[in-house]
């Protein structure tokens, strides 16, 4: 079993920048890909950022050239800086890792996620 904890959101201003952190734990698991989804009221859950692990990237749309992932993976952590954050980032930010254990296969797991908002 694999958990996620997910740390940095909080209200920040238009314009304004914040860095979400996510802390893998467990025992004796490898982790491949790691995200960032995120769900805004009303809407389904979106693909914000991903990370493989050779080191390759993925970006929504919305967020290019203003939000970067990057990951330790000596410290099974991975980050989302994001500048420039507009209102309609505002969302419910969402950990993910596909990651296996000594006893399963590759496996998908959440964290509980952290609230970003965006407001004057």
């Known amino acids: 079993q694999v958990q996620l904890v997910e740390s940095g959101g909080g209200l920040v201003q238009p314009g304004g920048s914040l860095r979400l952190s996510c802390v893998a734990s467990?025992?004796?698991?490898?982790?491949?890909?790691m995200a960032w989804y995120r769900q805004a009221p009303g809407k389904q859950r979106e693909l914000v950022a991903d990370?493989?692990?050779?080191?390759?990237?993925n970006y929504a749309d919305s967020v290019k050239d203003r939000f970067t992932i990057s990951r330790d993976n000596a410290k099974n952590t991975v980050y989302l800086q994001m500048n420039t954050l507009k209102p309609n980032d505002t969302a419910v930010y969402y950990c993910?890792?596909?990651?296996?254990?000594?006893?399963?296969?590759?496996?998908?797991?959440w964290g509980k996620g952290t609230l970003v908002t965006v407001s004057s």
């Open positions: 993910y890792a596909e990651a296996r254990t000594f006893t399963t296969g590759w496996v998908d797991y």
């Open positions: 990370s493989s692990s050779n080191g390759g990237t």
């Open positions: 467990g025992t004796g698991f490898t982790i491949d890909r």
